[in-house]
């Protein structure tokens, strides 16, 4: 059953903030099941890539002739973290675009706590730590019956 199905943008205005994405659970669930992506992973224009790893060169006066190519490309990351009803159950702090957890009371994915599937209001976070352009992304949570 899906429980949270979500599309959005994420903008230069979010960059290094949380955005908060609440379900609810109302049935018993045996586990659940997060497939996350966001693109693009990688800012798609050299010459903002390259104006942006020299702004962050001189801010900690790193500047290095001819060293601008070692810091390309300028990544997007986006993570996400969980919280159940209850508590917090953890994050997924990794650097691919494209994800799948499991959070179940026998198995949770790395980064995510074992827990039996609670009642009640839960969050995802959308922690954006670095965006250099619009970012694209899709989230879904499922819950299998039990």
Not at 53 to 76: R, T
Not at 111 to 133: Q, R, Y
Request: aromatic residues 8%.
């Amino acid at each position: 059953m899906v429980l949270l199905n979500k599309t959005g943008k994420i903008t230069l205005d979010d960059n290094k903030t949380n955005i908060v994405l609440p379900f609810e659970i109302k049935d018993n669930f045996k586990s659940l099941k997060i497939k996350f992506e966001y693109s693009p992973k990688t800012l798609e224009n050299k010459e903002k890539e390259i104006k942006i790893a020299e702004d962050c060169l001189k801010k900690y006066d790193e500047v290095q002739e001819g060293n601008i190519e070692s810091y390309l490309p300028i990544k997007n990351l986006v993570t996400l973290s969980l919280d159940s009803s209850r508590e917090y159950l953890g994050a997924a702090h990794r650097q691919s675009n494209k994800q799948e957890h499991i959070i179940s009371p026998d198995f949770s994915s790395n980064g995510f706590f074992k827990t039996d599937i609670a009642k009640g209001e839960w969050k995802i976070m959308l922690n954006v730590h670095s965006v250099s352009c619009d970012v694209d992304y899709k989230i879904t949570v499922e819950g299998e019956e039990k």
